[in-house]
């Protein structure tokens, strides 16, 4: 090969690979805003690879590991899309939904989630879709109250996991030849979006109430009592007790108002708090953990994959970047 033609090869985004354990768990974390890992060696010597070729808005990746891991990972403003060809893999929603078991067909890690994962000596292919991409490619422009998660529960049929697959190959023969910045490259990511909204149609999801509308006097009490005790220790009973309602109730008028729980919408708030913060700090003052700590999260990863799937950045990003 001459040089000129090395010149021309691209080179993965992202090339990882060892037999360090730190390393696989240094990784995860990058990428995945991790938490909680466990990581440790299987049935043999522990060895992991990862690469990714792509952007920022479409990426395929590839994990290879023989080890097992377990832990958290937050999917941010990401569709992933994951199979195996080798090992065992599992993972469970944030929402209590059961576990599922992962084989060779396509499955979900819809965006805007958290999931705990299982895996051991696998060989993973994921797909990571940007939801401004999926947005754009949407066949009526749709937003609002229009969920651009598709549903992880339908089954796709042969036809359509075959259009997706080659809908994947064609992008990755796309960016290989002819590079991030080609045009051949920017139809192949938007073929891969219209692919994937056909293997997993769209869903409805409530939209939030705009502040002020559709909310009675008890609501809005629970909200100026989350609002005033944003930073303290604060359970369903107390918010409850000062809206006057039974909590059965309060959770009801939260969901159906508002699309959420009074403690996610207490989280919300206090993710908002932190963020306000991050972007103006007193000079040589402010560190992420006194942020987030004085706005009462204690558990630093966990707050960093939550922040993260708000605000699409890390907080300490937020905080070197302002």
């Not at 009592?225 to 009973?237: G, K, S």
């Not at 000079?283 to 990863?301: D, I, S």
């Amino acid at each position: 090969m001459t040089e000129a033609s090395r010149k021309q090869q691209p080179t993965p985004q992202i090339s990882l690979s060892g037999r360090s354990i730190d390393d696989a768990i240094a990784a995860f974390d990058t990428f995945y805003a991790a938490s909680q890992l466990h990581c440790r060696p299987a049935t043999g010597p522990f060895w992991f690879k990862y690469v990714s070729i792509g952007d920022d808005e479409l990426s395929m990746r590839r994990l290879r590991m023989d080890g097992y891991l377990r832990g958290d990972i937050a999917t941010g403003r990401e569709t992933i899309v994951q199979w195996i060809t080798r090992g065992q893999a599992r993972m469970d929603a944030d929402d209590d939904e059961a576990p599922v078991q992962l084989g060779s067909a396509p499955t979900l890690f819809p965006a805007g989630r958290r999931f705990h994962i299982e895996y051991e000596n696998v060989d993973q292919r994921l797909v990571h879709v940007n939801e401004d991409l999926l947005r754009d490619v949407a066949p009526d422009q749709r937003a609002g109250n229009i969920s651009l998660i598709p549903h992880p529960g339908i089954a796709a049929d042969e036809a359509t996991t075959m259009q997706w697959r080659a809908s994947v190959t064609k992008a990755v023969a796309a960016f290989r030849a002819d590079g991030p910045t080609s045009a051949a490259w920017q139809e192949a990511k938007r073929d891969v979006a219209r692919a994937l909204l056909a293997l997993y149609p769209l869903r409805e999801e409530p939209s939030p109430a705009a502040p002020g509308s559709q909310i009675d006097a008890p609501l809005q009490a629970a909200l100026d009592y989350l609002r005033n005790h944003a930073r303290e220790q604060v359970t369903v009973a107390d918010v409850a007790a000062a809206a006057g309602i039974s909590i059965r109730t309060l959770q009801e008028r939260f969901k159906r108002t508002l699309g959420r729980s009074p403690l996610t919408y207490l989280r919300d708030i206090r993710l908002d708090e932190v963020h306000a913060e991050l972007q103006a700090p007193e000079p040589g003052m402010t560190t992420v953990a006194q942020v987030a700590r004085y706005w009462g999260f204690g558990h630093l990863g966990r707050f960093s994959a939550e922040y993260t799937k708000r605000f699409g950045q890390y907080p300490r990003h937020t905080l070197r970047t302002r």
